[in-house]
């Protein structure tokens, strides 16, 4: 990992770029590990990605421009098929070209085709075929889309036409055809007719590892005052389940049941309680009755800027399982770090086959020379002030006249004033910082400025004069 | 000729400060017993950094025309920061705390962006506004704020 890290920042084109995004991950659900560095140019943005994906190397690469109306990507560029439950992903490794307006996104693409391999800390691919295609999108009217695909990936043919209908109502998807030479029907409708009321049904045809997959949902949820109450029934791969609940919400407490049912597995009752402890802060208890046991577990969760933690039991419907209710509980933690802007994310995720894997990633940002170095952020508002005010030496007051208290800059407004916010009433440098005015100009102070100043509940205005060279 | 000369630099440069952003562009919060608190993210999607200056002014509405004037003591609008330099393809949040001797009330933040400081020329600032009302639990809020000039003049 770390020499597929140094690899990656020696390869990355450092210097001309303004900002290189670097992301590293590993991940047990992914079975694979990698990094990967994005550069933003003024005219271009340039990707490489490096990793390990079952124990193979993997790599990825692709540079995006302009050119006239049209976006190119030379190199690696995913393409997915956007119509309603098509599950089919790929790569396109050669030339692809975007053009967009407002009605119409017209997508071609030539080169080698394969699979994709897209994780949240690398973008890879294994190409075998030969492949091209055409996707269009089209608005028809205020409410009615069309879209088709056009895709032959080595000898798999998709051909996909579909409609979709927006209002405030109701959202209707529908669309047939081939899908990678599997016929292919898929349909969903969700009619909202007041705020407070929901229907939703659909069908969908996914592909795992191959297999054809076919989904029929249907579902309604009506929200009362402080209560909501819902109930939706599946049927996949020759599993039925119906699930119905409701959830109350009292002040800080957030209460729920949902019943569920699927065939010849025995009922169960999720139940759930949930406490605003804090503003940061929650807890929550799951209840879970199944076969005449019951079972009682903890959880819970803190949120701020710079961390936050979850841990939790959410409830799947897993229709790959064997002799097991589809209906599955399983803790899920997700952890969050967020430090001088490198997140790093760390959790777990549950398969459809019921398995629970892991994964950790996180990415930062590296700047060229023109970028700003790493600036403080205020976590919260203070309540001790740094105020002041500048002005010319014939006394006009200078917008955008910019001043440094401490690590912290603050410029002035079209008043010619500035304020500094602190939580504690302690002493910070200060300077005039005229190579960071927002006004064009070579600029110098005029008379003397204390070297530090304090912040008060009710601060002295500080006084700044400056003139043009 | 000086104008005809600025507007082609305007326009030579325009491609270099079109990505910046802010949300939400209109917020109503809801007034609580304490001040009331909510957040603005300020997005520079661009790869140069970029220096934001926020100033908050109040939102007013003469015959449902909105216009702004310098905030009043009516409204005690306190910001975590009023400038920020925002690193290339980076966000920055700046937490607002408000409250309102008479509800309710309604106020702006206009976010300036402007790149690196210039020697000589023009340097070209992208102003950016978002409207905020805070409410009390009556329905309409924001009708009733449009609809009551007078609730302004009192307060100045």
Redesign the interface.
């Known amino acids: 990992m770390k020499r597929l890290l140094a690899l990656v920042l020696f390869i990355a084109p450092p210097l001309p770029a303004q900002a290189i995004n670097i992301r590293a991950g590993a991940s047990d659900l992914y079975n694979s590990d990698g990094v990967s560095a994005i550069a933003y140019f003024t005219d271009h943005i340039s990707e490489l990605d490096l990793g390990i994906e079952n124990g193979k190397f993997v790599w990825g690469v692709s540079d995006q421009f302009k050119f006239h109306d049209w976006e190119i990507i030379a190199g690696d560029k995913p393409i997915y098929i956007a119509q309603p439950g098509a599950g089919l992903g790929f790569v396109s490794r050669g030339l692809t070209a975007v053009k967009k307006d407002d009605k119409r996104t017209i997508t071609i693409f030539l080169g080698m085709s394969g699979t994709l391999f897209s994780v949240p800390y690398l973008t890879t691919a294994r190409t075998a075929n030969l492949g091209a295609g055409i996707m269009l999108r089209q608005a028809l009217t205020k409410h009615w889309d069309f879209t088709n695909d056009d895709i032959v990936d080595g000898g798999q043919k998709t051909a996909i036409a579909g409609v979709d209908y927006t209002s405030q109502k109701l959202m209707f998807e529908g669309a047939a055809g081939v899908l990678a030479n599997k016929r292919y029907l898929a349909g969903q409708i969700d009619y909202h007719p007041v705020h407070y009321v929901d229907a939703n049904a659909a069908h969908a045809t996914y592909l795992v590892d191959g297999r054809q997959i076919n989904v029929d949902s249907a579902g309604a949820a009506v929200t009362v005052g402080p209560a909501s109450f819902h109930a939706s029934t599946f049927y996949a791969n020759n599993l039925s389940g119906q699930a119905a609940g409701g959830d109350l919400r009292i002040g800080p407490v957030d209460v729920g049941t949902d019943y569920l049912h699927s065939g010849k597995f025995p009922d169960s009752y999720f139940s759930h309680v949930t406490e605003q402890v804090t503003q940061r802060i929650h807890l929550s208890q799951f209840i879970t009755t199944s076969a005449g046991r019951i079972s009682v577990n903890y959880g819970g969760g803190y949120t701020s800027n710079a961390i936050s933690f979850d841990v939790g039991y959410s409830t799947y419907f897993m229709p790959l399982l064997v002799a097991r209710s589809p209906f599955q509980q399983a803790l899920v933690v997700q952890i969050g770090l967020n430090i001088k802007g490198l997140s790093v994310h760390t959790g777990t995720n549950v398969l459809p086959t019921g398995g629970v894997k892991w994964s950790v990633y996180g990415n930062d940002f590296v700047y060229g020379p023109l970028a700003s170095s790493r600036m403080p952020q205020d976590r919260s508002v203070g309540k001790y002030l740094i105020r002041g005010f500048v002005q010319d030496d014939h006394g006009v007051p200078i917008e955008g006249a910019c001043v440094e208290i401490g690590k912290a800059i603050a410029c002035t407004n079209e008043q010619g004033e500035f304020t500094q916010r602190e939580t504690k009433p302690r002493s910070a440098t200060f300077r005039v910082v005229p190579e960071d005015f927002l006004m064009p100009g070579r600029w110098e102070v005029v008379g003397g400025i204390p070297a530090t100043v304090t912040a008060a509940l009710d601060p002295q205005l500080l006084c700044v004069t400056i003139r043009r060279k | 000729m000086r104008y005809v000369a600025a507007l082609i630099l305007f326009v030579s440069l325009a491609p ?1 400060s079109y990505s910046q952003g802010i949300s939400p562009l209109v917020s109503e919060l809801k007034a609580g017993k304490k001040d009331t ?1 909510t957040a603005i993210h300020l997005i520079n999607a661009s ?3 970029l ?1 934001a ?1 926020l ?1 908050p002014h109040r939102l007013t509405f003469d015959r449902g025309k909105a216009s702004i004037l310098p905030l009043d003591s009516g409204i005690h609008l ?8 925002i ?4 966000t ?2 700046v ?3 408000v409250s309102c001797d008479i509800l309710p009330c309604a106020f702006t933040l206009t976010s ?1 962006f ?1 790149g ?8 070209i ?1 992208v102003s950016l506004g978002s409207a905020y009302y805070v409410c009390t639990r009556q329905k309409g809020c924001r009708d009733l704020i449009m609809q009551q000039p007078t609730l302004v003049a009192q307060n100045q």
Do not use: M, W
């Open positions: 270099r608190k790869v140069f950094p220096t200056v100033e306190k910001l975590s920061e009023t400038t920020l330099k690193p290339p393809k980076q920055r949040d937490l607002i705390s300036i402007q690196a400081h210039t020697l000589d020329g023009i340097g600032r």
